[in-house]
């Protein structure tokens, strides 16, 4: 247990559909982030809030809709997605500090688009 | 942000010492090493940071030389559980966490 709890762990949804996934954090951190994992190949980041700002998106398709409602919860709605879009998808969080800090993991949703 | 390069793979076999190096060539002032191990399905888990010299925990060490260039992830008497793949990256409290291919390690019996 990390103090990240991503819900649902496991998403199957047709190309029409529209889901969300939830992250949340016990952490106390006042930055949280998304990550796409598809298969075999490295993480890459999505969005990045720091204090519920969006400050981080590397040009993502707006199909991808993410939603910081507060620094501890963290949501990516999903709208009209392509097959290639199925992976697994993680939320983490840290907290911004001028030097050191880690990001800490949950443990991702496995989507998977039909 | 500083470039890493790991190798891909790596095999050991259990009860092995296990040293991963990650070269960063261009790593600037500020910046830590971080180390990350992830198995498969799940997220990365945080293993240790540094930044300079020797730093060690009850799960690995991390030797960090005077040019902080290079470091290298040590893991005592590996297990079949060690297999995973470990992530080296480095950053100075900014918001990218950027992670590379990592080095897949595969412990044998």
């Known amino acids: 247990e990390t103090g990240v709890t991503q819900t649902p762990r496991h998403l199957v ?6 889901k969300s996934l939830k992250c ?20 890459e980041l999505m969005f990045v809030y720091s204090l519920e700002e969006r400050v981080e998106n590397n040009s ?10 507060n620094s501890s919860h963290l949501f990516l709605h999903l709208h009209t997605l392509q097959p290639e879009d199925s992976a697994l998808y993680l939320c983490a969080s840290s907290q911004k500090r ?12 496995r989507l998977t688009v039909v | 942000l500083a470039k890493t390069t790991q190798p891909i793979s790596m095999d050991s076999y259990e009860g092995q ?13 500020n910046d830590y090493i971080t ?23 009850e799960v690995a060490s ?10 290298t992830l040590s893991l005592p ?6 297999t995973a793949v470990y992530y080296c990256l480095v950053a100075s409290g900014t918001y990218k966490y950027i992670f590379g291919t990592g080095t897949r390690l595969k412990v044998l019996a």
């Open chain 1, 98 to 109: 001028l030097m050191n800090t880690e990001a800490f993991f949950g443990q991702g949703t």
């Open chain 1, 13 to 18: 949804m047709g190309m029409t559909n529209k």
């Open chain 2, 62 to 71: 991390l030797f960090i030389p005077a040019d902080r260039k290079s470091s």
């Open chain 2, 77 to 82: 008497r590996v297990s079949l559980s060690d």
């Open chain 2, 17 to 29: 010492e296990v040293n991963i190096t990650c070269s960063h060539n261009n790593i600037a002032t």
């Open chain 1, 24 to 43: 949340e954090q016990h952490l106390g951190h006042n930055a949280m982030y998304w990550y796409k994992q598809s298969a075999k190949k490295p993480l």
């Open chain 1, 60 to 69: 993502v398709p707006s199909r991808f809709s993410p939603e910081c409602p």
């Open chain 2, 35 to 57: 180390w990350y191990q992830q198995f498969p399905s799940q997220g990365p888990r945080f293993i240790i940071q540094g930044y300079k010299t020797k730093v060690t925990n």
